[in-house]
């Protein structure tokens, strides 16, 4: 599996260094608020595990699942909503945790789905970010990492349903992905 990443970007110590310091920007923002964090299926998993173990004020956790890239390294602009929230989140305050926004598609439609549900609030934080490759105009509140304009896996983030379960975040050699 190693021997498919072109370049470790970021290391599990990196990472879990990083996610402590959002968490805790998250913990002083919502303080006194009715958090629900949201992971967004299945890329988000293991960010939003470690986000969440280092939130010190109250949240629930929910999850929704989307389908925006098949099995192609290319957006299809086309979303679907594999599985809603479990809950009501009228009147609560929303963070959506996503493992990498890119063109900024999914994100902006699940918002606008999301929107006509009341919540008090609705933000965003992104492990990741191709800021590059944006096309949607999207406020993404918290960001972890800026990465290059590569193909991307590793800490819960695929290609073809492989390599989430790569501890630290890489760049995938292109001839995986051009064969
Ligand atoms: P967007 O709608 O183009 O912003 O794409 C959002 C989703 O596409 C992300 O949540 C990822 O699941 C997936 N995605 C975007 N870039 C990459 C990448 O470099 N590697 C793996 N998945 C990616
Ligand atoms: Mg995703």
Redesign the pocket.
């Known amino acids: 599996m190693k021997e498919d990443i072109q370049e470790i970007l970021f290391s599990e110590e990196v990472l879990t260094k990083r996610i402590k310091e959002l968490a805790d920007g998250i913990s002083k923002d919502y303080k006194g608020k009715d958090l629900v964090v949201v992971g967004?299926l299945k890329?988000s998993v293991i960010f939003a595990a470690e986000l969440i173990k280092n939130i010190s004020v109250h949240c629930e956790i929910d999850f929704m699942a989307v389908s925006?890239?098949g099995n192609s390294a290319q957006?299809s602009g086309v979303v679907r909503i594999l599985k809603d929230l479990d809950h009501n989140i009228e009147g609560k305050d929303i963070l959506l945790v996503?493992?990498?926004?890119?063109?900024?598609?999914?994100?902006s439609y699940l918002l606008k789905y999301l929107k006509a549900r009341k919540a008090n609030s609705i933000e965003i934080v992104s492990l990741l970010n191709?800021q590059a490759?944006r096309v949607a105009d999207l406020d993404v509140k918290y960001i972890g990492f800026e990465v290059p304009d590569g193909?991307?896996?590793g800490y819960g983030?695929?290609?073809a349903e492989k390599y989430r379960n790569l501890p630290f975040v890489g760049i995938l050699k292109p001839e995986v992905y051009k064969k």
């Open positions: 967004i890329g925006s890239y957006t996503e493992d990498i926004v890119d063109t900024g598609v999914t994100l191709k490759r193909f991307i896996v983030i695929d290609y």
